[in-house]
């Protein structure tokens, strides 16, 4: 009687081990799907919060443009193909957009454009002195400042997020609930980084 109950107690005993191991076995790729889907959902939500602080500064720089040009225009009315570019980028830019990447691609013309009716300036002395050139090219230069500062940080997000859409095994997870890698928000070619600084006449 004493051992049929030892091996009952025994049976039992690794009946026992025998569930928890399942369990952790079924437990842990759980676990891991659940922290690598939050992480995803995590970086997703970021991206979006950073780029929303990219937008307020272009919204910015838009609304710097009209008055801009007008000033330019005050003293370089000729210069109607720059300034043109300018209004007509202004306008894309300023359009609903599908997605990210059609906006970066609406801003990286405005930016050349922009770039371009600046260094007009260069070839007129007496715009160059003009206050309110001054003032506006003061706030664009400031603006194009918190820009890149917002750019640099939601590129980093990007970089992390697309790192794992990527990387083996979590871009299965990711594949299967629909994450995707983003648009990164930077500048075509090094001729587009070069708008011209603010100078400042004393």
């Avoid at 081990?17 to 997703?44: D, E, H, M, Q, S």
């Avoid at 007509?88 to 050349?112: F, Y």
């Avoid at 400031?142 to 697309?162: H, I, Q, W």
Wanted: aromatic share 8%; net charge neutral.
């Amino acid at each position: 009687m004493g051992i049929q109950l030892a091996q009952v107690e025994a049976a039992a005993s690794a009946g026992l081990v025998v569930c928890i191991v399942v369990g952790v076995v079924l437990l842990v790729p759980v676990i891991w799907l659940t922290v690598v889907y939050n992480r995803f959902a995590k970086l997703r939500q970021t991206v979006r919060e950073s780029f929303s602080g990219i937008d307020v500064e272009l919204k910015r720089r838009h609304d710097l443009i009209p008055n801009l040009v007008a000033t330019v225009q005050g003293y370089a009315a000729h210069e109607r193909d720059t300034i043109t570019a300018v209004i007509e980028a202004r306008a894309r830019a300023m359009a609903p957009h599908a997605n990210a990447v059609d906006t970066i691609t609406s801003e990286q013309t405005l930016g050349k454009s922009l770039g371009r009716l600046l260094a007009v300036a260069e070839n007129y002395p007496t715009l160059k002195a003009d206050k309110n050139f001054l003032e506006l090219q003061r706030e664009l230069s400031l603006t194009e400042d918190r820009l890149a500062a917002s750019r640099r940080f939601y590129n980093g997000n990007v970089r992390e997020m697309n790192a794992l859409c990527v990387s083996f095994p979590t871009n299965v997870i990711g594949g299967v609930f629909g994450f995707e890698s983003q648009a990164f928000f930077e500048l075509d070619s090094p001729s587009e980084r070069n708008v011209p600084p603010a100078k400042f006449e004393r």
